[in-house]
């Protein structure tokens, strides 16, 4: 008589994040290499939780916590098992993420519909062209914009606005919130504005903004201008290697809070004021390839007949270019 076959369960395998000695990891300091001083010095440069530290460059992690490469890079692998990121994805994953992508109205149907329905969640769109060509009228506007409903074409949240130039105008915000029907008052105490007086306040302040996300409802952050102090600081082509350091940090700071609050980022931009041997066309905007990689979309602004204004979308993963005429008025951005 055959014999019966035994039955063989295999029980699926466990990827919960444990150290090496099998403790559950729950809490940055439950990470292998991270002692109660380590966690808190974490915890004080903006990584307090895994999927923070998981998209952190072992460097950056480093300097922060004063770590050797090798624990941060041990650490920075402990979190990424945390927070699931790292391996790879299909693309029904990707599509069903990109779905939770919010846009935010431009105050113009006409350009909407060149920017694929406004300005987006988790990307970076840049704003350039030379003074005068409205580029700071567009940040006040999605200040004020985000902050109405979803069905109404905001994202009913709240604004970070890194302000370079000391371009901000509280009485703009009111003009715009009163044509929208917004309470001008609440409308400006959800605008949290911070002036950045050199390049590197303005890369800390990047870095406080998590910390202000963490308290409120972060839609949206602004960056007027991006490259004003970087341009006024790093002067000759000696520091340029230095400067784009800097600045292509900086770019990748505020790309992942955008990605970690699925909030928008608006940065305007300066163009070159004449053309020469090395710089050529004078409507190119100023940080070379470092902006332009990590720019999602990118608008060039130009001077039209009175207070219109020409639109053009140069740049985008997904959107063909096209032109959009739009006005400025006491109002704010219309067609």
Known sequence: M???????TIEPEDTTPVTEEGQIINDVG?????????????????????????????????????????VAVKIISAARKMANVGGFETGDVIADRRSKVGKITT???ALDELLGGG???????EFYGEFGSGKTQFMHQLAVNVQMPPEDGGLGGEVIVIDTENTFRPE????MADAIGLDPKEALSKIHVA?????HHQMLLAEKATELAKSKNIKLMIV????????????????????????NRFMHDILRFGDLNNAAIAVTNQVHAKPDAFF???????GGHIVGHTATFRLYLRKSKGNKRIVRLIDSPHLPEGEAVVSVSEEGIRD
């Open 2 to 8: 055959a014999k019966k076959a035994a039955t063989v």
């Open 30 to 70: 439950d990470l292998p290499g991270v002692g109660p001083a380590t966690a808190e010095k974490l915890k004080e440069a903006g990584y307090t939780d895994m999927m923070s530290i998981a998209v952190a460059s072992p460097s950056d992690l480093a300097e922060a916590a004063d770590l050797g490469d090798a």
């Open 107 to 109: 105050g113009s149907k």
């Open 119 to 125: 300005v987006e969640t988790q990307s970076i769109t």
């Open 172 to 175: 703009r915000i009111v003009q």
């Open 195 to 199: 002036r950045a007086f050199n390049s």
């Open 224 to 247: 007027d201008s991006l490259t004003a102090h970087f341009r006024a600081e790093y002067v000759g082509r000696g520091t340029l290697a230095d400067r784009q350091g800097k600045l």
């Open 280 to 286: 050529g066309d004078p409507t190119r905007p100023v």
